[in-house]
């Protein structure tokens, strides 16, 4: 027999966990990972353009410029054709290493909406497998972000962060807010992987056993 179980505990680490998975999904598809010198928009005609400068944004795979002949103020799209044009190796290894931690929090956060009914697989605990695969996915998202800064000295960065940039020396750029949303996610990602022992315990508790043997299918506790 099914039993719906649902804790505090338990749904605070499921939504934790679908909340860090579309973070790192969202940072990692951002352009917004530096964000450049001030430039002027693109023309070939304008002498005497009286444009404002503005600030274009470079991603691992992608960025976003402005372009004066197009209304739309912002041109955004993937500046690689293939895994292959990306601007750096270390840029490359932190897109596999990031790829490979968000395919697993995305995995753990598609499970932890069914942990409510199933607790366990093969007689192993599902909050204890996916914790297990938290921490692995951290691991994952840690070593792509240090990889990261290795690749600042790449020609595509020096193009929009000048000469001065240099591996792990950000030049004229600063650091936009996908890197911060990466860097916490990853923090939260642990803090989902050690939370999910607590979700574990709540959902085996005495009192949650008292409920089954009292013929509940549904047991909601605080």
């Known amino acids: 027999m099914c039993h719906v179980i649902v804790t505090c505990r338990s749904m605070l680490w499921t939504l934790l966990s679908i909340v860090v998975a579309f973070a790192e999904l969202i940072a990692f598809m951002s352009a917004d990972w530096l964000v450049g010198h001030p430039k002027t928009s693109d023309s070939k005609v304008s002498t005497h353009s009286t444009a ?104 595509k960065v020096l193009t929009y962060c000048g000469q001065d940039a240099s591996p792990y020396k950000v030049g004229q750029c600063s650091l936009g807010w996908a890197f911060y949303t990466a860097i916490g996610g990853t923090v939260l990602t642990f803090i989902c992987a050690v939370f999910s022992a607590q979700a574990e315990i709540a959902t085996s508790s005495d009192k949650v056993q008292e409920e089954i043997e009292e013929g509940k299918s549904l047991i909601c506790l605080l």
């Open 52 to 155: 404002e400068p503005y600030r274009p944004t470079l991603g691992i795979y992608g960025r976003c410029i402005k372009v004066a002949n197009l209304r739309r103020e912002d041109l955004c799209g993937p500046y690689a054709d293939h895994f292959g044009e990306i601007a750096s190796g270390f840029w490359q290894a932190t897109a596999i290493f990031l790829a490979a931690g968000i395919l697993l929090l995305c995995a753990v956060a598609f499970i932890s909406v069914f942990t409510m009914c199933f607790q366990s697989i093969m007689k192993k605990s599902i909050f204890n497998v996916c914790g297990l695969l938290q921490g692995i996915a951290g691991l994952f998202l840690i070593l792509g972000l240090m990889l990261y800064p290795a690749g600042w000295g790449s020609d």
